[in-house]
DNA sequence: ACAGCCATGTAACTTGTTACATGATTTT
DNA sequence: AAAATCATGTAACAAGTTACATGGCTGT
């Protein structure tokens, strides 16, 4: 949703063709996460279908503005008071591929984290470099720095993750999981274990 | 593609049917992240569609059972030797939220901070609370227990990284950028500042 | 002239997600 | 007998993403 509903936060602040869309979120995350012209379009065209925004004809440049109305303003103030959570349906997908990788009898757990361990190294180091590169003093770059110092923090606390897996791993030898039956039947019919563990 | 590269990976320890997918994944995941049955069925039939997996007549319990494929072993190989990389596509709605927040004239960036702030310190006690209040030596527990220290690392970066917002922007009063067209144009038209800012 | 950007759109597709229907079996 | 769980499926939809087509304008 955070697509559309910044589109949306920022035509509440006044009419806005599609392509200046672009331009308004790029510029206010920093360029860091690249949009695809054509979701602009997609997004309003579905914005609008949802009462959200009206689209005005063209003016005489050929730009297609389009407007926020009363039910989009709610929508937008809504979003803007209600803090995100992250318990319900937000998946992580690293958190979840350490957890499959550490309970699968096959594979290889700590390479997994090594391997992750690695890029997010390497990765945090990237971050820095360029956060330390570029100026954070106008709004544009205060902005982009404080998206980066998220990335740069979510990133030191993924490696302190990664560590204190592997150290609570080493801790327990014996955390892998055998496939097993969704429920145990005392009935007839294979007695537990089916999966014939082939693994790799 | 979590799900969907999860579901792969189990099914490489051997066949599984449907619900017992579920099971597995719940069980190597703390069931934190609740799966929706139907959701298991539809992504198995994607992966029959792209012959990762293949579906085997039911057995004499009416169980249906899915094996993977050689293509479907390869591509789980490659999900678990591959790190997760968190630059290109993957975005943060919080990161967004509040660059979106801190840079629209209208919009009250402290108390958008602030509100998400209140929710997060409460997100975090929570996560403490059941952390501590189950047993973690077992590989269930142990799995659980993983997850649950991810969701409390971020969550404590999550915090940090708000207070560092505030204190920045504290830093820099005239944070906020009105709109502006995606090209200053130095022909005929509206000179700039189309929006009209229409604040709320 | 031509390359490149500005600008609007369209079509197709992916993963995730939910709601619903159906029936068997098990538990209370 | 009723409620709950097991188990398989279907249909529809949401949001994100990409590839492509089309034109106008601009700078070299």
């Given at each position: 949703?955070?697509?559309?509903?910044?589109?949306?936060?920022?035509?509440?602040q006044g009419p806005c063709?599609?392509?200046?869309?672009?331009?308004?979120?790029?510029?206010?995350?920093?360029?860091?996460?690249?949009?695809?012209?054509?979701?602009?379009?997609?997004?309003?065209?579905?914005?609008?279908?949802?009462?959200?925004?009206?689209?005005?004809?063209?003016?005489?440049?050929?730009?297609?503005?389009?407007?926020?109305?009363?039910?989009?303003?709610?929508?937008?103030?809504?979003?803007?008071?209600?803090?995100?959570?992250?318990?319900?349906?937000?998946?992580?997908?690293?958190?979840?591929?350490?957890?499959?990788?550490?309970?699968?009898?096959?594979?290889?757990?700590?390479?997994?984290?090594?391997?992750?361990?690695?890029?997010?190294?390497?990765?945090?180091?990237?971050?820095?470099?360029?956060?330390?590169?570029?100026?954070?003093?106008?709004?544009?770059?205060?902005?982009?720095?404080?998206?980066?110092?998220?990335?740069?923090?979510?990133?030191?606390?993924?490696?302190?993750?990664?560590?204190?897996?592997?150290?609570?791993?080493?801790?327990?030898?014996?955390?892998?999981?055998?496939?097993?039956?969704?429920?145990?039947?005392?009935?007839?019919?294979?007695?537990?274990?089916?999966?014939?563990?082939?693994?790799?």
């Open positions: 949703m955070s697509v559309r509903q910044s589109l949306l936060a920022i035509l509440a063709y599609g392509y200046q869309l672009r331009h308004e979120f790029d510029r206010r995350t920093g360029s860091v996460w690249p949009l695809n012209v054509g979701q602009i379009y997609n997004t309003l065209e579905r914005l609008e279908r949802d009462g959200l925004v009206v689209r005005s004809g063209a003016d005489e440049l050929g730009h297609v503005y389009w407007e926020i109305t009363d039910a989009g303003r709610a929508d937008a103030d809504r979003w803007m008071s209600s803090p995100v959570t992250r318990t319900q349906t937000t998946r992580d997908e690293l958190a979840i591929k350490v957890a499959i990788a550490a309970t699968l009898p096959g594979s290889d757990a700590s390479a997994v984290i090594a391997a992750q361990r690695d890029a997010s190294v390497a990765h945090l180091a990237s971050l820095r470099g360029v956060r330390s590169s570029r100026d954070d003093s106008s709004p544009e770059g205060l902005a982009w720095s404080l998206v980066m110092d998220s990335m740069i923090l979510a990133t030191e606390s993924e490696l302190r993750w990664l560590d204190h897996v592997e150290t609570r791993l080493g801790e327990h030898p014996q955390h892998a999981l055998t496939l097993g039956l969704a429920v145990d039947r005392p009935k007839r019919g294979r007695p537990a274990g089916v999966g014939s563990a082939a693994s790799a």
